[in-house]
C-alpha cells in the first residue's frame, strides 16, 4: 500500500496496513531546526539545515528523514511562506543558539540595544521580534478585529496569477513525482477569531461581544475573500490535493476562550459558508488546527464541516484520546495526539515517549481515522533520541492486524 492510499483510507475511517505519519507535513507538526539539525547529526546527515518558515523557525524536512519514518504526506505551501519572505536565495545564518543554518535571502532581522532581532517591513515598521534568547519570532502590530478596521477598506490579499502557477506546478509535482497524500493550507486572510485579535486581543474580544453589526460586516468581507481564494486555488490544484487545512485556536489550556454559544452565533456562520462551498465544490477533506480544550465545540466543528482535527492537545482540560474516540471518532479523523511537546518530548527519556505513543495510538487508531503526528511541532530543545523514539514506535506499533516487529522491514 502507498502513502497516498494510506492517508486516503484513514481520512474515510477506514483501517490501513499501518497508521499513515505526518513529519513535518503542516506547519503545526513540524520541527524546530535546531533540534531537526541535532537529529539529522544523530542520523549521520550531514547537508545544510534549512529554515523554511522564518516564523516558527521550522525546519524543511528532507527526503532521507522522511523515509526514515514512514513520511506519508507532504505539504503544499506558498512561495513566501511566513512574514513575505519568499523561500528563495538561501544563504547561510546561525540560530541564536549557534546552530548553522540555511534562511532565506530575504530574511534579515536587526538587534536591537535590547539584543532582540526584529524584522521590519518595506516600510520600515517593525513586524516581529525574536527576544533575546528566544527561539522563534512574536507578531508585532496589531490586527483588523483588534485595530477595528473598516471592513469596507480593508486590503485583503487574493491569490496572484504567479502564486496559483506555483501551486499548480507543485500539486502537480508531488502528485506525479511522490506517492504523498498532499495538505494545502487555505484558510480566510485572517483566522476568523483569534487571528483578528493579534497585536491586541483584550480589544478584539470586547468588540467581538459589544458590536455584532461591526463584526458582521468584517466576517463578510473576509469570508467573501476567502471564497474567491478557494475557487482561484481548487482551479489551479484540481484533484491533486485531499486535504485542505485552515487554523484557528479557540481553546487555553483549561478552558475556552470564548462561550459555544458565542461561537455558534458569531464565528460559526462564517466558517460554514467557506466549508460548505469546499464540500460542494471540491472532493477535499477539510483539516482544522484548532489548538487547546475544545471538547465542548467538537459538535459544533464538526456541524459546521470539520472532517479532520488537528493538534488534538491531548494535556488540555477535557481532551482525553480515549475520550474523544469513542464520542467523536465515527464523525471525525483525529490528525496528532500522539505525543505530549509541553512535557514528554522535551523532558522524559525515550522510554517515556514510545509509552505515551502506544497507549494513544491503542486508543486513536481502531477503525481508521486518525493520522499519527506529534501534539503541534516538535519544539526546540528536544533530544534527538526521543525524536526518534517518536516515529520508531509509531512505525512499531501502528501496525493494523499484524505482529509488532522491526518497523524496517
Same mark, same amino acid.
Given at each position: 500500500?502507498n502513502?497516498?492510499?494510506?492517508v486516503?483510507?484513514?481520512?474515510?475511517?477506514?483501517?490501513?496496513?499501518?497508521?499513515?505519519?505526518?513529519?513535518?507535513?503542516? /506547519?503545526?507538526?513540524?520541527?524546530?531546526?535546531?533540534?531537526?539539525?541535532?537529529?539529522?547529526?544523530?542520523?549521520?546527515?550531514?547537508?545544510?539545515?534549512?529554515?523554511?518558515?522564518?516564523?516558527?523557525?521550522?525546519?524543511?524536512?528532507?527526503?532521507?528523514?522522511?523515509?526514515?519514518?514512514?513520511?506519508?504526506?507532504?505539504?503544499?505551501?506558498r512561495?513566501?511562506?511566513?512574514?513575505?519572505? /519568499?523561500?528563495?536565495?538561501?544563504?547561510?545564518?546561525?540560530?541564536?543558539?549557534?546552530?548553522?543554518?540555511?534562511?532565506?535571502?530575504?530574511?534579515?532581522?536587526?538587534?536591537?540595544?535590547?539584543?532582540?532581532?526584529?524584522?521590519?517591513?518595506?516600510?520600515?515598521?517593525?513586524?516581529?521580534?525574536?527576544?533575546?534568547?528566544?527561539?522563534?519570532?512574536?507578531?508585532?502590530?496589531?490586527?483588523?478585529?483588534?485595530?477595528?478596521?473598516?471592513?469596507?477598506?480593508?486590503?485583503?490579499?487574493?491569490?496572484?496569477?504567479?502564486?496559483?502557477?506555483?501551486?499548480?506546478?507543485?500539486?502537480?509535482?508531488a502528485?506525479?513525482?511522490?506517492?504523498?497524500?498532499?495538505?494545502?493550507?487555505?484558510?480566510?486572510?485572517?483566522?476568523?477569531?483569534?487571528?483578528?485579535?493579534?497585536?491586541?486581543?483584550?480589544?478584539?474580544?470586547?468588540?467581538?461581544?459589544?458590536?455584532?453589526?461591526?463584526?458582521?460586516?468584517?466576517?463578510?468581507?473576509?469570508?467573501?475573500?476567502?471564497?474567491?481564494?478557494?475557487?482561484?486555488?481548487?482551479?489551479?490544484?484540481?484533484?491533486?490535493?485531499?486535504?485542505?487545512?485552515?487554523?484557528?485556536?479557540?481553546?487555553?489550556?483549561?478552558?475556552?476562550?470564548?462561550?459555544?454559544?458565542?461561537?455558534?452565533?458569531?464565528?460559526?456562520?462564517?466558517?460554514?459558508?467557506?466549508?460548505?462551498?469546499?464540500?460542494?465544490?471540491?472532493?477535499?477533506?477539510?483539516?482544522?488546527?484548532n489548538d487547546?480544550?475544545?471538547?465542548?465545540?467538537?459538535?459544533?466543528?464538526?456541524?459546521?464541516?470539520?472532517?479532520?482535527?488537528?493538534?488534538?492537545?491531548?494535556?488540555?482540560?477535557?481532551?482525553?484520546?480515549?475520550?474523544?474516540?469513542?464520542q467523536?471518532?465515527?464523525?471525525?479523523?483525529?490528525?496528532?495526539?500522539?505525543?505530549?511537546?509541553?512535557?514528554?518530548l522535551?523532558?522524559?527519556?525515550?522510554?517515556?515517549?514510545?509509552?505515551?505513543?502506544?497507549?494513544?495510538?491503542?486508543?486513536?487508531?481502531?477503525?481508521?481515522?486518525?493520522?499519527?503526528?506529534?501534539v503541534?511541532?516538535?519544539?526546540?530543545?528536544?533530544p534527538?533520541?526521543?525524536?526518534?523514539?517518536?516515529?520508531?514506535?509509531?512505525?512499531?506499533?501502528?501496525?493494523?492486524?499484524?505482529?509488532?516487529?522491526?518497523?524496517?522491514?
Open positions: 500500500m502513502s497516498r492510499e494510506r486516503l483510507l484513514a481520512i474515510n475511517h477506514q483501517e490501513a496496513d499501518r497508521l499513515p505519519i505526518d513529519v513535518g507535513a503542516t /506547519r503545526q507538526t513540524g520541527i524546530a531546526a535546531s533540534t531537526y539539525h541535532l537529529l539529522k547529526r544523530r542520523l549521520g546527515l550531514s547537508t545544510p539545515t534549512r529554515v523554511y518558515d522564518v516564523y516558527q523557525m521550522l525546519a524543511d524536512i528532507e527526503q532521507p528523514i522522511l523515509d526514515r519514518f514512514g513520511a506519508d504526506c507532504v505539504g503544499l505551501n512561495p513566501a511562506v511566513a512574514f513575505g519572505i /519568499r523561500n528563495e536565495g538561501w544563504k547561510p545564518w546561525t540560530l541564536p543558539d549557534g546552530t548553522p543554518v540555511e534562511v532565506p535571502g530575504g530574511f534579515n532581522p536587526s538587534s536591537d540595544r535590547l539584543g532582540n532581532l526584529v524584522l521590519y517591513d518595506a516600510g520600515g515598521a517593525a513586524i516581529a521580534k525574536m527576544p533575546k534568547g528566544g527561539l522563534y519570532f512574536d507578531r508585532l502590530g496589531t490586527f483588523p478585529g483588534a485595530a477595528r478596521a473598516d471592513p469596507a477598506g480593508l486590503k485583503i490579499p487574493l491569490l496572484s496569477a504567479e502564486e496559483c502557477d506555483h501551486f499548480h506546478a507543485q500539486a502537480e509535482a502528485w506525479q513525482n511522490t506517492d504523498k497524500a498532499t495538505v494545502a493550507a487555505m484558510g480566510p486572510p485572517y483566522e476568523l477569531f483569534f487571528g483578528l485579535g493579534t497585536g491586541d486581543f483584550s480589544s478584539w474580544m470586547m468588540t467581538l461581544a459589544c458590536e455584532p453589526d461591526y463584526v458582521e460586516s468584517l466576517y463578510e468581507r473576509l469570508v467573501d475573500a476567502w471564497l474567491e481564494n478557494l475557487r482561484r486555488f481548487t482551479d489551479a490544484v484540481g484533484d491533486r490535493v485531499p486535504i485542505l487545512q485552515f487554523n484557528d485556536d479557540l481553546g487555553t489550556q483549561n478552558g475556552p476562550f470564548l462561550s459555544v454559544k458565542m461561537f455558534r452565533d458569531l464565528v460559526m456562520p462564517y466558517y460554514k459558508r467557506g466549508l460548505d462551498w469546499i464540500h460542494s465544490n471540491t472532493r477535499m477533506k477539510v483539516f482544522m488546527h487547546g480544550a475544545i471538547f465542548d465545540f467538537i459538535p459544533s466543528l464538526i456541524e459546521m464541516g470539520v472532517d479532520i482535527l488537528n493538534p488534538v492537545q491531548t494535556t488540555a482540560k477535557g481532551m482525553e484520546p480515549k475520550k474523544l474516540k469513542e467523536f471518532g465515527k464523525r471525525l479523523v483525529f490528525w496528532g495526539g500522539a505525543c505530549d511537546c509541553q512535557a514528554v522535551p523532558f522524559g527519556t525515550p522510554d517515556d515517549v514510545a509509552e505515551e505513543v502506544r497507549r494513544h495510538v491503542e486508543f486513536l487508531s481502531p477503525g481508521g481515522g486518525y493520522v499519527f503526528a506529534s503541534h511541532n516538535i519544539q526546540a530543545q528536544v534527538a533520541e526521543n525524536v526518534i523514539a517518536l516515529f520508531e514506535t509509531a512505525l512499531e506499533a501502528g501496525r493494523y492486524g499484524q505482529p509488532a516487529g522491526d518497523p524496517r522491514e
